[in-house]
């Protein structure tokens, strides 16, 4: 039988999902909670991996297993024996023909970014930071640049493992409410650090530092070199996969309506 389990966690604590000889990345200690309800050995697949720091709402996992449950069973058993920072949100009983990564038709992430002179207290590792105030229509411009199937080289880390930098962006939106920016990825495939390059550069033409037109200059150059630094991983968060409704997934958990 296999099993498909929406996860949500605080990535903040752990060195990012995939399973380290440390033991402390998310993979680890929800194959090990799986371990303790079930008294066997688990091995869990993963819909998008994230970085140290990065957070998620609904990582989509799935493993098979012989053991027959009722869903909710899954769910209350496991979370039984994951730290608090870390919980499954819902499990689903599918076939051995959904994969939840394979079987992905997008990917969808939001990064969370405070306008602020004072820097995040309570909010310290859930949000970027950034001091000056932000042009909106400029980063929109920006923004459309990216829109459609690129070779995002300048956007991609030099120890990115995928195959082809060539990656298609479904949708970049921005929106603000009060101190608050948010913004939605959503693209076939991410590279690695991709959306916090991306953010790099979004930022310093918010802040008025480069034009709206150098978006696409950094794209065409397919150099990492091009580009912004790094952004900050503090303000990252894993949205989910969408999939054919046919496999009965959830598309979103109730955190999703909670971010700013």
């Excluded at 990825?185 to 550069?201: D, K, P, V, W």
Aim: positive net charge.
């Amino acid at each position: 039988m296999r099993i498909a389990l929406g996860v949500s966690y605080n990535g903040g604590a752990y060195q990012g999902w995939q399973s380290q000889s440390s033991g402390l990345t998310i993979q680890d200690k929800l194959e090990a909670a799986l371990g303790k309800f079930t008294a066997q050995r688990v091995s869990t697949l993963c819909a998008g991996r994230t970085d140290a720091g990065v957070h998620g709402l609904m990582q989509v996992v799935h493993f098979d297993t012989d053991l027959d449950r009722d869903t909710y069973a899954w769910v209350r058993g496991t979370n039984a024996n994951l730290p608090r920072d870390i919980a499954v949100q819902w499990a689903v009983k599918t076939t051995d023909a959904f994969h939840c990564r394979a079987s992905a038709l997008s990917r969808r992430y939001a990064y969370v970014l405070l306008e602020s002179q004072i820097r995040p207290s309570v909010e310290y590792g859930r949000v970027g930071w950034t001091f000056g105030s932000l042009d909106l229509d400029a980063m929109r411009q920006a923004a459309n640049t990216l829109l459609g199937e690129h070779d995002f080289t300048s956007f991609r880390a030099s120890q990115c493992q995928a195959l082809t930098p060539v990656k298609n962006v479904l949708d970049i939106s921005l929106n603000k409410r009060g101190a608050y920016w948010r913004i939605e990825f959503e693209a076939n495939a991410f590279l690695h650090h991709m959306i916090r390059n991306i953010m790099g550069c979004l930022v310093q033409i918010g802040q008025g530092k480069k034009p709206p037109e150098w978006m696409a200059e950094v794209l065409a150059a397919r150099d990492r070199r091009a580009a912004a630094p790094t952004f900050s991983p503090d303000g990252l968060y894993f949205l989910g996969p969408r999939y054919d409704a046919k496999w009965g997934m959830p598309e979103r958990t109730a955190a999703y309506d909670a971010l700013p």
